[in-house]
């Protein structure tokens, strides 16, 4: 069984990694400060636990959960016990570990851990995200049926009853709702970052802090949207 620690601590992640030479059919593979670095990792590495720390700067443990979409089993680490139920509302989360760790509670995490892997079915890629034959979208603007090709659309913003188009030469105002539309559009291409907007992925050109930049417009990010917006990053 191979597995990777995440914590911002430098003692705490060597804390937990002499833990794991202990046990004899247990691999430390990586360490990491922070849990962007691990993303990108795992998104080249297939590992079979995650030792995590909830309290981290920036992006935390939780962030790190539901940013996952094909999780590996995942132990949290943390000083803090008024987390200890709300972890098990992730299905990946297999135990919470209260520093500091005991040998004897380390071991019983572990008989925890083996026996879920045991049990888990196989996880597989990611499926292919839904995406029609059509690469267009017709609207209805004075009663004229316009044609817009997907990958046209730069952005679209809630506005009232109405939503609004951004394009990479106009701008559209529509008599619908942005559920409605982004029902209708590729989920490989189209991605809803903010309650008011929905993005075309592909024209990100920056992300800073809570917001990213497509062409000159900043969009926001809203928290809850982040993880997902972080998973399909394809990070360097």
Do not use: W
């Not at 509302?89 to 380390?106: G, H, M, N, Q, S």
């Not at 008011?196 to 809570?210: Q, R």
């Amino acid at each position: 069984m191979n597995c990777i620690i995440i914590d911002d601590e430098t003692a705490a992640r060597a804390i937990v990694a002499q833990l794991c030479s202990k046990i004899k059919d247990l691999d430390v593979i990586q360490e990491f400060d922070n849990a962007i670095e691990a993303i990108k990792f795992l998104n080249q590495q297939e590992i079979d636990l995650v030792f995590l720390d909830i309290h981290m700067p920036g992006f935390t443990g939780i962030d790190f959960v539901q940013t996952l979409k094909n999780s590996p089993k995942i132990v949290m680490t943390t000083s803090d016990t008024e987390f200890a139920i709300a972890s098990y509302e992730y299905e990946a989360i297999v135990d919470y570990l209260v520093k500091p760790i005991t040998p004897e509670r380390f071991h019983k995490c572990l008989q925890k851990v083996k026996s879920s892997l045991d049990t888990a079915p196989k996880r597989d890629s990611e499926p292919n995200a839904k995406s029609g034959i059509s690469q267009d979208l017709y609207i209805n603007i004075d009663r004229r049926l316009i044609k817009l090709k997907y990958d046209e659309i730069l952005l679209i913003e809630a506005k009232g009853d109405y939503i609004n188009i951004k394009t990479e030469t106009k701008d559209y105002t529509v008599h619908t709702t942005l559920k409605k539309i982004h029902s209708k559009l590729p989920t490989d291409l189209f991605l809803q970052i903010h309650r008011s907007f929905i993005i075309n992925f592909t024209k990100i050109i920056d992300i800073e802090d809570n917001s990213v930049l497509i062409e000159k417009s900043v969009v926001p990010i809203s928290r809850s949207n982040r993880p997902e917006l972080m998973r399909r990053l394809n990070l360097l």
